[in-house]
C-alpha cells in the first residue's frame, strides 16, 4: 500500500516532443505529491510538486495532472530538448507527526534525440 | 547559501569494514532524511533525523545500520561490517522545520562499493 507505481521504465522523444510520465498510488493518506529529475552522479532536484486538491499544475515546460479518483498522476514535458535527458521519478509523501518521507517510483529514464 | 553536503562521495570497502557516511543539511534546516539507491531503482527511505533525535527509522535494516544527527556536526550513517549487496547510493536529504509541507533538499550522495 506503501507503493508508487511508475511507467515507463524508459523513454526516447525527439527534441520538440512531449514526453508523459505515469505514475499510481493506493495509499489514501499520500497528500504531496512531487517529481524529481536526477542526472547522472548526482543527487534528485525537485521539478514540481502538486497537492490532491489541485487537478494542474505548470511550471515553465513542466505540467503535473493529477486525477484524484483514478490515483493516478503524470508529468509532461512541453517541447523537450537533449538538456532534459535524466532520470525523472515521482514521489508521494504524507504529514506523519513532524514526518514527511518520500516513497519514490522506480524511475523513468528519458533520452531526449535531435 | 550552500546546498547539502555529502562525504565522502566515493567510498570503497572491503567486505566486513565499516562505512561511515557524512551529510551536511543546509543552513537553517534542522531536518535530515537518508535515502539509499539501489541500481536502476528508484530512492528508499531509510531514517529521518531531527537534531539528537531518531524520528522515523522504519526503513532501516534491524541490523549493522545506525544513524545519529549530533546537536554539533555532520549526520551520520553508519554502516557495519558491510556485505556486497550494501553497495549503493546513499543519499541525504534536508529540510527546514515543518511548517505543513517542506521540500526536501537531497545532496549528491555517497556511492558506496563493496569489494
Known amino acids: 500500500q506503501q507503493q508508487v507505481k511508475q511507467s515507463p521504465q524508459s523513454l526516447i522523444v525527439q527534441k520538440g516532443g512531449i514526453p508523459i510520465i505515469n505514475c499510481a498510488y493506493e495509499n489514501t493518506a499520500f497528500d504531496y505529491f512531487p517529481w524529481y529529475q536526477q542526472f547522472p552522479g548526482k543527487g534528485p532536484a525537485l521539478l514540481i510538486a502538486i497537492r490532491p486538491d489541485v487537478s494542474e499544475k505548470k511550471e515553465g515546460r513542466f505540467t503535473i495532472s493529477f486525477n484524484k479518483s483514478a490515483k493516478q498522476f503524470s508529468l509532461h514535458i512541453m517541447d523537450s530538448q537533449p538538456g532534459d535527458s535524466a532520470t525523472y521519478f515521482c514521489?508521494?509523501?504524507?504529514?506523519?507527526?513532524?514526518?514527511?518521507?518520500?516513497?519514490f517510483g522506480t524511475g523513468t529514464r528519458l533520452q531526449v534525440t535531435l | 547559501n550552500a546546498g547539502v553536503m555529502q562525504n565522502p562521495r566515493h567510498l570503497v570497502r572491503r567486505r566486513g569494514q565499516e562505512a561511515r557516511l557524512r551529510c551536511s543539511p543546509m543552513k537553517g534546516h534542522s531536518h535530515v532524511y537518508w535515502y539509499r539507491q539501489l541500481p536502476e531503482e528508484g530512492l528508499k527511505f531509510m531514517v529521518y533525523l531531527q537534531k539528537e533525535n531518531i524520528i522515523d527509522e522504519s526503513g532501516m535494516p534491524k541490523e549493522r545500520f545506525s544513524a545519529e544527527f549530533p546537536k554539533e556536526g555532520p549526520s551520520i550513517l553508519r554502516i557495519q561490517q558491510v556485505v556486497r549487496g550494501d553497495s549503493a547510493a546513499y543519499f541525504c536529504?534536508?529540510?527546514?522545520?515543518?511548517?505543513?509541507?517542506?521540500?526536501?533538499?537531497f545532496g549528491p550522495g555517497t556511492r558506496l562499493l563493496v569489494l
Open positions: 536529504a534536508s529540510s527546514p522545520p515543518p511548517r505543513g509541507r517542506e521540500t526536501q533538499y
Open positions: 514521489a508521494a509523501s504524507m504529514m506523519t507527526g513532524t514526518a514527511s518521507k518520500l516513497t
